[in-house]
């Protein structure tokens, strides 16, 4: 192995997913700025959803999602929702970040 194929960056927002990090949050801006210096494809992870998926898949070109899936009465249903946020997007990088080869 060579490393690794992909980088989370997060918290974005706050994540029931992780004890502590419920009020850490890095805001998409932040996870832009990584996804462009980093050599390897950016997922924003931390307290995504549908009502903020979009701003980060705009930001880094997607996104990692396990709370609002796993404690969804409908987790389909909720996956739906955050892909269909995310199609709605009015723009996204036209490859993922990362991948930097300077």
Same mark, same amino acid.
């Given at each position: 192995m060579? =490393?690794a194929d992909?980088?989370?960056?997060g918290? $974005?927002?706050g994540?029931t997913?992780? #004890?502590?990090?419920?009020g850490?949050?890095i =805001? &998409?801006a !932040? $996870? #832009?700025e *990584?996804?462009r210096a980093a !050599? @390897? +494809?950016c997922?924003? @992870?931390?307290?995504i /959803?549908?009502?903020n #998926?979009?701003? *980060?898949?705009?930001?880094c070109? =997607? $996104?990692a *999602? %396990?709370?609002? *899936?796993?404690q /969804? &009465?409908?987790?389909?249903?909720?996956? !739906?929702?955050i %892909? #269909?946020?995310?199609e709605?997007?009015?723009?996204? +990088?036209?490859a993922p970040i990362? =991948?930097?080869?300077?």
């Open positions: 060579e =490393g992909y980088l989370g960056v918290a $974005v927002y994540t997913s992780k #004890a502590g990090l419920e850490e949050r =805001g &998409p !932040r $996870v #832009a *990584v996804g !050599r @390897i +494809p997922l924003g @992870i931390g307290g /959803s549908a009502e #998926a979009a701003a *980060v898949f705009r930001a070109g =997607g $996104v *999602v %396990l709370g609002a *899936v796993m /969804s &009465p409908n987790p389909g249903g909720a996956v !739906r929702q %892909l #269909a946020t995310m709605a997007s009015p723009s996204a +990088p036209s990362g =991948g930097n080869q300077e």
